[in-house]
Antibody, heavy 123, light 106 residues
């Protein structure tokens, strides 16, 4: 059964770079069947899609964050990563990674989520 | 960006009640809409995709309907474990967006 687990520092200094990794077990991120996404949720707020990556290296970012965000994948470690540069307190949130099946490969939605990791931006 | 609105924002109900939550999109998204349930301190879980399809394992008391710009999530008979926050999401086009959520409480 596929499982996703976010890892990374829980505290980041303002203006620094937030780096998170999503470790995938029970399935391969190099499969053409799935896309892989990052979503965040600020305390007490709703959900915000950050971006999506595909095994080809294609990436799709939310324009609201595009200038500060990059995503990558390490097929050898079966993990994908997120970087958010020049963070401020507004980037404090729970960060989730999730799977998004491709066309005809499953639900057209984020069908499996990691448990989430809280990141606080503070000095 | 496609904006999603949900109504109501809060919904007070009792076990056994039938409730409905509406999600409206700022433009036509066909049936590229999903619904998620989120309980405090937990990740969202997928309830419905393609506006009306239940993934395996989701109880049949949940149903979804709609297309275009107006969608509805219905719970036919509320169970204690259904008290949570519900979000809609459009996957018609990037950037994917979520609705602001509906908190269903007793």
């Amino acid at each position: 059964q596929l499982q996703l687990q976010e890892t990374g520092p829980g505290l980041v200094q303002p203006s620094e770079t937030l780096s998170l990794t999503c470790n995938v077990s029970g399935g391969s991120i190099s499969s053409s069947r799935f896309y892989w996404a990052w979503i965040r949720q600020s305390p007490g707020k709703g959900l915000e899609w950050i971006g999506t990556t595909y095994y080809t290296g294609s990436t799709y970012y939310n324009p609201s964050l595009k200038s500060r965000v990059s995503m990558s994948a390490d097929m050898s470690k079966n993990q994908f990563s997120l970087e958010v540069r020049s963070v401020t307190a507004a980037d404090t949130a729970v960060y989730y990674c999730a799977r998004h099946p491709g066309p005809k490969e499953g639900p057209d939605a984020f069908d499996i989520w990691g448990q989430g990791t809280m990141v606080i931006v503070s000095s | 960006d496609i904006q999603l609105t949900q109504s109501p924002s809060f919904l007070s109900a009792s076990v056994g009640d039938r409730v409905a939550i509406t999600c409206r999109a700022s433009q036509d998204i066909n049936t590229y809409l999903a619904w998620y349930q989120q309980k405090p301190g937990k990740a969202p879980t997928l309830l419905i995709y393609a506006a009306s399809t239940l993934p395996s394992g989701v109880p049949s008391r949940f149903s979804g309907s709609g297309s275009g710009t107006e969608f509805t999530l219905t719970v036919s008979s509320l169970q204690p474990e259904d008290f949570a926050t519900y979000y809609c999401q459009q996957l018609n086009s990037y950037p994917f967006t979520f609705g602001p959520g509906t908190k269903l409480e007793i």
